[in-house]
């Protein structure tokens, strides 16, 4: 079905949905490479314009990727909630957006599961930097693993703690440097260098004996593909979170080497493995991550645009109840997102469709030395995305992610940023770090963390040693 | 003093402080990561503001960098193995930065040449391309030749025609494999520079490359560096992947690495 629009005098047709949608995304250079941008400014708010007056119910009727050829499109469509979805049907998006900015109590506007994924990428398109600012701050999506994180004055940290050789000892110092500035309760994750399952295995197993040593209330993951994890666990090694990287199409998900299938199996054996365990509070054990662009990377974007597909990653994710979920918005490159611009406006429209969307949302933080943007982009974002009220950002030392090559956030930002927004870690891990001493309830260093620091620094290389005992 | 340092020092008795600076300065030599830098309250000290401004510049540099054959490889490297240096279908560094379908597709000069010049079927066909890097190629890519030929020589594989692409982007295996049908291909390529270093290369591999693979039918050998993985288990990994996609008869990831964990070096 055809949409329209006339401004200062023009007109300006699109001939489906997944155009209008296209066309009214804010400038990102990935819209362009696809090929589906808005050719000029004026078309871009033409679309807004058009897209304004499209309904809810059009959206769910129209699905972007047919499902006919992709699952993500059929688990959007059977796991949406249609008796949630009635009252809202009949809304524009225009009306979405006022509804959602209007509503100034605590807690959602919309159920979450009345939500398409496509209905948040739509009503993302009409907000300013500021609406999705506002319109994200209310809401909070509380996770519980073996800590309880996304609470109303809570902001977790997960410590990212790689190394370009999967060094088992260097890995635990940079997680002792960052658990010393009070981060890591959102999880201790490591991104590993190599995909061998032995590997794999002693990066979770050399974790999980820091943890369980300094009894450490917060989880760990190696952010593997989903069957070496599977794999390592096989072989005795503690996974706490399964972690994949997901996308919004069938085919961007094959290029990743997952089906929903897999994900599916994969979660029942972890939350087996975890009854069998112990020490959980919660039952929420999966940790995505997505990034606009990822689907039109691998050539599986179907003609639709970046911020849409990001939607239906969501979509996926939302499916598995995550404990965490979060967008590396910076590390896909110019092709998909230009410069500090692109990337702060992305950062935005992700974490706001994902809180919509219900999920426990966090944002990596980032910037490629290839793309046009800088610490000062990281700094600007983060403070942007507190006041939002995100629910975790990363730690890495410095900012810098020796083994990735890209830099993120640091240990130092998290710091500054709890202080700055009065936020503090996850209940369990405060009160870890209250009988340690290593960061005072009003978020300063404290000086009888030295102790343990010196202790915590030598048990680095003693943890490390293959065999080694909690 | 600022309260990070300050308040940890006034917790040591004296004795235990020398003790434990000399333990910091030998786990400092243990990692790249930039640890124990202490703070100015929530934010860096300037030293360390002023290094990340340092090595952020020296990285936006290496992006811009050009391939220069002789001069990145050296004369004796391209005289052995008879390199040559062709273009994907990107124009310039920009075009490359913002254009990956063109940095995945040979130029038609390109296409010709390696048609011309590159016998078509070998085991292991090993290409260079430029990356995010130069200095990657420049540092890495010489050193891994010899090895890597010796080792398909060893087991009777035979050793293609390797050539350099500029402006090349990973998915530049599958316009090589359709053009050449190796077994085995290895793409050593420049890696974005990172801060602490801009000589880190990869090695992508694919079995029988063709039009339509993604990365799931790849492996991967990254971070070849010499503060991360040294150039001979760069070689060994790479080899043993091969051999393993022969007997597969697939790549990716139903080709899993076996290997060790790293033994962690005992020192001090």
């Known amino acids: 079905m055809p949409y329209a629009a006339q401004l200062r005098g023009e007109r300006f047709v699109f001939a489906d949905l997944r155009e209008v949608l296209a066309k009214a995304n804010e400038e990102k250079s990935g819209d362009r490479l696809a090929g589906i941008a808005a050719r000029s400014e004026t078309e871009r708010v033409a679309a807004k314009h058009a897209l304004a007056d499209v309904t809810l119910r059009e959206i769910v009727a129209s699905p972007v990727v047919d499902p006919d050829g992709d699952e993500v499109s059929r688990l959007i469509v059977e796991t949406h909630d249609h008796e949630a979805f009635r009252p809202y049907a009949g809304l524009t998006v225009g009306e979405l957006r006022e509804l959602l900015l209007r509503h100034d109590a605590p807690g959602e506007a919309v159920a979450a599961r009345a939500i398409t994924p496509e209905i948040a990428a739509a009503v993302a398109k009409l907000m300013s930097n500021m609406d999705l600012v506002v319109a994200s701050r209310g809401v909070r999506r509380v996770t519980r693993c073996r800590n309880t994180l996304g609470e109303e004055g809570v902001l977790g940290i997960r410590v990212q703690p790689n190394h370009p050789a999967d060094d088992l000892e260097a890995i635990l110092l940079s997680t002792v440097d960052g658990l010393l500035f009070g981060c890591g309760d959102a999880v201790i994750g490591v991104n590993p260098a190599s995909e061998s399952v032995d590997s794999v295995g002693a990066i979770l197993a050399t974790l999980g004996r820091l943890v369980e040593r300094y009894a450490i209330p917060t989880q760990t993951c190696c952010l593997a593909h989903v069957s070496t994890q599977l794999a390592a666990l096989e072989r005795g090694a503690p996974i706490d979170l399964l972690f994949q990287s997901v996308a919004g199409t069938e085919a961007a998900n094959a290029s990743f080497g997952v089906t929903l299938a897999m994900l599916r199996e994969g979660r029942e054996r972890v939350l087996e493995h975890h009854r069998a365990r112990g020490g959980f509070v919660g039952e929420q054990v999966m940790y995505f991550e997505t990034g606009q662009g990822s689907a039109l990377s691998a050539d599986a974007h179907h003609g639709v645009d970046q911020l849409t597909l990001e939607a239906r990653a969501y979509g996926v994710a939302r499916a598995f109840d995550p404990l965490l979920v979060n967008s590396v918005v910076g590390f896909i490159g110019p092709e998909y997102l230009y410069d500090e611009r692109q990337i702060v406006r992305a950062g935005l429209e992700d974490h706001f469709m994902g809180k919509l969307l219900g999920l426990p949302m966090g944002v990596d933080v980032c910037y490629t030395n290839h793309v046009a943007a800088d610490q000062g982009s990281c700094d600007n974002l983060l403070v942007l995305l507190a006041a939002a009220g995100c629910n975790y950002f990363m730690g890495v030392p410095c900012a810098d992610d020796v083994m990735l090559g890209y830099q993120s956030t640091s240990f130092h930002d998290a710091l500054a940023v709890r202080r700055l927004f009065g936020l503090r870690p996850a209940p369990e891990f405060q009160r870890w770090l209250d009988e340690h001493g290593i960061v005072a309830a009003d978020g300063r260093l404290s000086g009888r963390s030295g102790a343990l620091r010196a202790d915590l620094l030598r048990a680095a290389r003693r943890l490390a040693l293959p065999g080694a005992l909690a | ?268």
Not at chain 2, 22 to 38: F, H, S, W, Y
Not at chain 2, 131 to 142: H, I, N, P, Y
Not at chain 2, 187 to 213: D, K, M, N, V, W
Request: proline fraction near 4%.
């Open chain 2, 1 to 268: 003093m600022t309260d990070a340092a300050g308040g940890e020092e006034r917790a040591l008795a004296a004795g235990e402080r020398d003790e434990d600076r000399t333990l910091e300065d030998m786990l400092l030599e243990r990692t790249p990561a930039r640890i124990l830098v202490g703070a100015a309250g929530a934010s860096y000290r300037t030293t360390t503001q002023l290094e990340l401004r340092r090595d952020h510049a020296a990285a936006r540099d290496a992006v811009r960098r050009e391939i220069d054959l002789l001069a990145d490889l050296g004369a004796d490297t391209v005289e052995r193995w008879k390199l040559f240096l062709v273009t994907t279908a990107c124009r310039d560094k920009d075009e490359y930065l913002l254009r990956p379908d063109l940095g995945r597709r040979l130029s038609d000069d390109a296409r010709a040449r390696v048609a011309a010049t590159c016998p078509r079927g070998a085991d292991l066909q090993v290409v260079i391309g430029d990356g995010l890097s130069v200095a990657a190629v420049a540092t890495q890519a010489a050193g891994l030749l010899e090895p890597l030929a010796a080792a398909a020589a060893d087991r009777g594989w035979s050793f293609g025609q390797t050539f350099a692409v500029r402006y090349c982007r990973v998915g530049v295996m599958n316009d090589v494999g359709a053009l050449l049908e190796p077994r085995v291909l290895v793409l050593l390529i420049g890696e974005r520079p990172g801060l602490r270093t801009a000589q880190s290369l990869s090695a992508y591999l694919a079995y029988r490359p063709r039009p339509g693979h993604t990365d799931a039918e790849r492996n991967l050998v990254c971070n070849i560096h010499a503060g991360g993985v040294h150039a001979g288990d760069a070689v060994a990994r790479v080899v043993a992947l091969a051999e393993r996609m022969r007997a597969a008869r697939t790549s990716g990831v139903a080709v899993k690495e076996e290997l060790a964990p790293p033994p962690p070096a005992l020192r001090g």
